[in-house]
């Protein structure tokens, strides 16, 4: 694996560590709790019983700190299922208890924020002399310098592709497939930084995986890759390719499928060892010179 993150915190230490950033995680997702949510989330307040209860934890959950190209990426892994998708109901839809739907693996939450920075520069303020907190949150509070963001994950075969279909073990797998979900979504987040504007789906995807690969088994593996995806140069077999089309493609999902799979071929041919070893770049190369404009 390539060596791109520190191990922060693991076990229950890494939602404690959260919920200190994001106090709306001590609010149990329940009808009638949004007001709750509201003060935790908008102004920094817990409820007055602030546990994390409603979580069942593991000793595999893990906060990470991604080290890319444009700065770290907090990245957050839920071992149950159930618990990554309390998080969710929590952070992405304000403590409601909605289902969230099976096919949800990841997340990526913007803009959150993030009183520990308030804290900290509320800390700094006071310490240099500052006599007007209020006019230096608003100040601060219009650059965002208070906002975060953090990639969920959970546990699960990446892409739904059973072990038996890789060369791993069922454990080796579930690892593996840890570890390219987490840097595949650190991919999108990379070029959401470096280039907000560059947006093409199907291309976006092929180059996450490429970096999901790459960190989680120092090698770029054709078959997994247009496994994956469900491509082939006959045409299409049943993969993630039909998930980023629209009507219209749908329609031509053979011949799409055949121009996905002759890009990851070409992929393969320009991945060597300097590519290997600093996969991010890779992913931003990739980006700036694309093969496919899908």
Same mark, same amino acid.
């Given at each position: ?13 890494? +939602?404690? *560590? ?5 106090? @709306? +995680?001590?609010? !149990?997702?329940?009808?009638? %709790? ?5 003060? *935790? ?39 149950? $299922? ?6 969710? @109901?929590?952070?992405?839809? #304000? *403590? ?17 924020? /993030? ?18 907190? %209020? ?5 601060? !509070? ?20 059973? %072990? ?51 960190? !989680?088994? !120092?090698?770029? /593996? ?60 890779? +992913?931003?190369?990739? #980006? $700036? #010179? ?5």
């Amino acid at each position: 694996m390539v060596e791109s993150e520190t191990v922060a915190v693991k076990g229950a230490k890494a +939602l404690q *560590a959260l919920a200190q950033r994001f106090p @709306q +995680l001590y609010v !149990a997702p329940a009808e009638g %709790a949004q007001d709750a949510h509201r003060l *935790a989330s908008g102004r920094g307040v817990a409820p007055e019983q602030a546990t994390l209860d409603h979580f069942v934890g593991s000793p595999d959950d893990e906060l990470r700190s991604v080290e890319t190209p444009p700065g770290p990426i907090d990245v957050l892994f839920l071992k149950h $299922r159930a618990d990554f998708e309390t998080f969710l @109901q929590i952070i992405g839809h #304000k *403590a409601a208890p909605v289902p969230i739907a099976p096919t949800v693996g990841a997340i990526t939450y913007r803009g959150l924020a /993030d009183w520990s920075k308030v804290a900290a520069s509320h800390k700094s303020y006071v310490e240099s002399g500052g006599a007007d907190w %209020a006019s230096e949150f608003s100040r601060l !509070a219009q650059t965002g310098a208070f906002r975060s963001e953090i990639v969920v994950i959970s546990e699960g075969p990446y892409s739904n592709v059973a %072990a038996d279909e890789t060369s791993y073990t069922e454990d080796q797998w579930i690892h593996i497939s840890r570890e390219i979900r987490l840097h595949h979504e650190c991919a999108h987040v990379v070029c959401r930084r470096e280039l907000p504007d560059d947006i093409l789906p199907i291309w976006d995807e092929i180059t996450a995986d490429v970096v999901g690969l790459l960190c !989680a088994t !120092a090698d770029y /593996d054709i078959h997994l890759a247009t496994r994956f995806l469900g491509v082939s140069d006959p045409g299409y077999v049943g993969g993630r390719l039909a998930e980023y089309l629209d009507e219209e493609q749908t329609t031509r999902i053979d011949e799409i499928s055949r121009e996905v799979y002759a890009a990851c071929m070409q992929v393969d041919e320009l991945c060597g060892d300097a590519e290997k070893s600093q996969p991010f770049e890779f +992913l931003l190369d990739l #980006k $700036r #010179k694309p093969i496919i404009r899908y």
